[in-house]
């Protein structure tokens, strides 16, 4: 007689822990798995990890220094988002206000970031339509331009590979994505906070006027609606200092925090929410890779339309 072991099917509910049941910290990988072990243990179940020692080959790990970049890159003209406040893509004034995107040098955004010249305003590196290979193509040879174990595991390459460099000041808001996403840190540390899709009935969402951070001519900012753009649904919540007289659900969701350090890779989870800050002048790469609209997307967007019906009873 054979016999195997077979993996019970999972059903909707066991996809993501629940809120009570959430782990209480991200485990950490002492080496990267393989494309059969990571598909299983980590894409399936939708759940994040810490890596070590999965770039420590990379030139970049010891080449990217700011004096290696002003060689490299130069005085090229590239995107940087500039905000007043550190907040890109961020709810400010019952607006969805998106940064200026400034063409500049990137040898002057260097001179910002190392505070060699100062601005009242916070400068970051972070467009995201695969920049390290549209603006930055002198550092490609420096990293990988995928991750062969996450290809194989996902039997595709990555939609696209973003370079971050950016002021501390600099912040993301609370957002999730429909990527599976290898975030790796060249130098500096990244700060996480992190919920899982299944917090989605107690994290607010509100639409929004989509507006853009101006510079007028005194050089100060002024925010400009987009006038012929639909509402934009963001989450209006600071996880760092929720309003729980405002959005008193929030006290039931249980974030976890991490903090991703030089040479350390996050696997970030389609569909996980995510805020993260960031140390000075720290450097990372990541790579987005399609997610599959499997029933992980259905199960999500059955949450998400019961949430949404909830509150309007």
Excluded at 59 to 76: D, F
Excluded at 95 to 122: G, H
Excluded at 218 to 236: H, L, M
Excluded at 243 to 261: F, G, S
Aim: hydrophobic share 35%.
């Amino acid at each position: 007689r054979i016999s195997c072991n077979v993996r019970r099917a999972r059903s909707p509910v066991e996809l993501w822990p629940t809120a009570g049941e959430c782990q209480e910290s991200i485990p950490y990988l002492d080496r990267p798995p393989s494309p059969l072990e990571f598909y299983r243990e980590w894409v399936s179940p939708n759940k994040p990890c810490i890596i070590q020692n999965a770039i420590s080959h990379w030139p970049a790990l010891r080449k990217w220094t700011s004096a290696y970049l002003r060689e490299v890159v130069g005085p090229k003209v590239v995107s940087v988002a500039v905000t007043p406040n550190g907040y890109a893509d961020a709810v400010f004034q019952d607006r969805f206000v998106m940064p200026e995107e400034r063409q500049m040098p990137f040898t002057d955004f260097l001179d910002i970031v190392e505070k060699k010249v100062t601005s009242p305003n916070v400068f970051y590196v972070q467009k995201q339509c695969s920049n390290l290979t549209e603006e930055f193509p002198e550092l490609v040879c420096d990293v990988q331009p995928d991750i062969p174990w996450m290809s194989e595991a996902l039997g595709k390459k990555p939609d696209a590979v973003n370079f971050w460099l950016g002021e501390s000041a600099a912040v993301t808001s609370l957002h999730k994505d429909h990527y599976e996403n290898l975030y790796c840190v060249i130098s500096g540390e990244k700060h996480f906070l992190l919920h899982p899709p299944s917090d989605r009935p107690f994290i607010p969402y509100e639409l929004y006027q989509p507006a853009t951070y101006q510079v007028s001519e005194d050089g100060s900012f002024e925010i400009v609606d987009e006038k012929s753009a639909d509402k934009v649904p963001w989450i209006p919540l600071d996880p760092l200092n929720p309003n729980l007289e405002q959005y008193p659900e929030y006290a039931k969701a249980k974030p976890l925090q991490c903090t991703v350090k030089a040479g350390e890779m996050l696997y970030l989870p389609s569909l996980w929410f995510h805020h993260v800050q960031q140390s000075h002048g720290c450097i990372a790469v990541n790579y987005w890779y399609d997610m599959e609209y499997d029933l992980k997307y259905s199960y999500y967007q059955l949450l998400d339309c019961l949430t949404k019906t909830v509150k309007v009873l």
